[in-house]
Every structure is written in C-alpha cells, then in structure tokens.
C-alpha cells in the first residue's frame, strides 16, 4: 500500500505542478496578445508621426511579418536545445519590452529594425508558449488549450480598448511602455511555475513528417480565413452591401467576440466529444457563417446584419481548430513535439500572410463575394480532414 500512496502522490505532485503551470501558461498568452492589441492602436499614429505613405507602411509592416516568420522557422531546434520554459520568459520580457520602441523611431530605417526584432520576439513566443501550453495540457491529462487561445483574444480585446482609452491622456511610447510594465509586472510573479521541458537530444533540425505537414496547411488555412475577415469584411459590408461606416467594423468585432466565446467553451466540448469532431464540425458551421455572408449579397438591397450574424458564426467555427491543432502536434510520438508545434505554427502564419492578398487578388479578377466563397470551400476541405489529422482520442 505505501508504494500504491507514493506513485498517487507523485501523480498528484505532477498535477498540482501542471496546474500551477497553467496559470503562468495563461498570463504568457494574455502578455503576448495583449501587446499585439496595443500595438494595433498605435500603427495610425505612428503614420501621421513619420508621415509614411501606405505602400512604406506596408514595407515595414511586413518587416515584422519576415521577423516573425523567420523566428519561427528558427524556433524548433530552440526549443529542443533550451526548453519551452526558458524560451517563453526571455521572449515574453523582449517583446513586452519592445512594445514602446516603434513610437520613439526617427525614422522609416530604424522602424523596420525595431518591427522585424518585435516580429522575431513575438513569433518565438508564440511557438514556446503553444508548446508549453501542449505540455501542460498533456500532464493535465485534460484539454486546456482552447481556453489558452481564448485568453489571446481576451488579451488582444483588453489592449485595443486600454490602449484607446490611454491614447487621449498620454504620449504613444508612455501609454505602450505603461502597458507593457504593468504586464511584465503580472508575467513576472508567475512565469516561474513553467514546466521544464529541456531536451538537448533534439535540438538540431528536423524536417516534419507528413502528419506534422497535414496539421500546418489545415492551420494555415484556418488562419488565412481569420486573416481574410480581419482585412475584408469591413470593405465588404461597406462597398458592397452598402453598410454606414459605423456599422462596417462590427463584422469583424462580432467575429472576434465570438471566437473567444467558442474558445472559453472549446476544452468542455473537446473533453466531450473529441478534438477531430470539434474541428469538423465547426468547419461547417464556419463554412455556413460565410455562406449567410453570401446570402446577404444576393439580397435585393444588401443586408448588412445578416452578413455581420455570418461572420459570428463563422468566428464560433474557426474558433477551435487551431488550438486543436497545436494540441495535436504538441502530442506527437516521435519525441519532436516542439519542432512539430513550431511547424504548425510557421505554416500557420504563412497562411496569415497569404490570405489577405489572395483575396485581393480574387476580388480583383472576380468579386469580393467570390473570394469569401472559396474560404467557405476550403473550410469544408478542414471538415473532411480533421479526421485524418487528428486521432479520435485527442
């Protein structure tokens, strides 16, 4: 009997670890999309200050996309060498740190050094605090990763609205840097509960397999339909169903709002009925949230709240998919967890860059309309291979 108490103990030691992890988990997640919501109310600002021309905004903006991007692709063999833990605490204080510099800039040359040095910062923490996050989750023996999801949104939500309410009482750089203080604050008193995770056996490259493959183009293209919306739906409810100015940014509250919704509920769902079910089935209510977007084009004079209720449904759809994702990559077998999560993560950002100019494109040659039609088509591609993605069980 005293052996039986000693491995419940030592289980319950892991678990009370696990949950004391989580927490630190959740405030890396809160940091890391609170930093992004601030940095969103700063961007017109600092193109008044340096009088930038949109297509030099785009320069630099994708200066921090490159970052990013080329972070991630370096992040596996990271992780392998350091662990998920370490990684996370110096990457959270590097990007919290630098959330204040793109207001103090000269000039366009020192702005995109700062954007690509934020991008990398911000793109290694994505991957480490996902694969600490599937970590967690694993010693949990429970789904946790779709309220860690949920917690970006919230934090993404908390630093648009704070970062608007401090604009008006003090400079950019003040209201970034008191921000960011006040988060560094909270990650501090929490980030040492982080789950080592080091292992040096697996610190080199290795290339994903074509499981790993099959979870980063589904993340990508979960992604590329977040990134479509975030960018077109606005110009849709305006130019083309004709909605007022104040009514057009609502498509894309609604749709955030109601991602963060169906990811607070995401973990009860998946516990009940499975990772591989969760994600078909809101690619088709994904999928259905566009096509009453379709529905209200074909309207005789437009219908701007049924496209905005579409575009809530189609954010409770996508909702789950990438945290489900990630959980399935963080649950490999081969030993190669976090150099899986960073490829889905590197993949699914790609399909964040690429998405919103793909549907320019297809506006271009077609319409808007058709664009949103083959998101809604490719979500129904995500419905018929979450099954082969991911394992029942998961």
């Known amino acids: 009997m005293t052996g039986a108490e000693d491995i419940r103990g030592a289980a319950g030691r892991v678990v009370e670890q696990a949950a004391a992890a989580r927490w630190a988990t959740v405030a890396a997640f809160f940091l890391n999309g609170t930093v992004f919501g601030v940095w969103a109310t700063q961007i017109p600002l600092l193109k008044n200050r340096l009088d930038l021309s949109p297509a030099v ?9 490159v970052g990013a991007l080329t972070a991630m692709i370096a992040s596996g063999p990271l992780l392998g060498r350091l662990g998920s833990a370490p990684v ?3 990457t959270a204080l590097l990007f919290a740190g630098f959330l204040p510099l793109p207001a103090l800039v000269p000039d366009v040359v020192t702005l995109c050094i700062v954007l690509a040095l934020f991008g990398a910062s ?5 991957v480490a605090m996902n694969a600490q996050g599937a970590l967690v989750e694993r010693r949990l023996g429970r789904p946790i990763m779709s309220s860690l999801h949920g917690m970006w949104s919230l934090g993404g939500l908390a630093g648009a609205g704070l970062g608007g309410l401090l604009l008006p009482l003090m400079a950019p750089a003040a209201q970034a840097a008191l921000v960011s203080v006040g ?3 909270l990650f501090l008193a929490l980030q040492g509960r982080f789950l080592p995770d080091r292992n040096a056996s697996t610190g080199g490259l290795v290339l994903p397999d074509r499981k790993t493959l ?9 992604f590329m339909s977040e990134g479509a919306i975030l960018d077109w739906s606005a110009i849709h409810l305006r130019d083309d169903l004709g909605a007022p100015a104040s009514l057009a940014g609502m498509g894309f509250g609604v749709f955030c709002a109601a991602m963060a919704v169906g990811r607070f509920s995401g973990d009860r769902l998946r516990h009940r009925f499975g990772g591989a079910t969760l994600m078909s089935v809101g690619s088709l209510l994904a999928s259905a949230g566009l096509g009453l977007v379709l529905a209200a084009g074909v309207m005789a004079d437009g219908s701007p709240l049924l496209a905005i209720a579409g575009f809530g449904l189609t954010g409770i759809g996508l909702s789950n998919i990438v945290p489900v994702l990630f959980s399935t990559a963080g649950a490999v ?3 190669h967890a976090d150099h899986a999560v960073a490829a889905v993560s590197t993949m699914g950002y790609t399909g964040v860059l690429a998405g919103p100019p793909l549907v320019g494109f297809i506006a271009q040659a077609t319409s808007l309309a058709t664009a949103f039609a083959l998101i809604a088509v490719l979500a129904l591609f995500v419905a018929v291979a979450a099954a082969r993605a991911v394992p029942r069980s998961h």
């Open 333 to 335: 077998d081969s030993g």
């Open 122 to 126: 911000g793109g290694t923490m994505d």
């Open 88 to 90: 996370t605490r110096v």
């Open 214 to 222: 099959l979870l980063g183009l589904l993340a990508a293209l979960s």
């Open 183 to 185: 988060l560094v604050a």
């Open 57 to 65: 905004l785009g320069v630099a903006l994708l200066c921090l996309a």
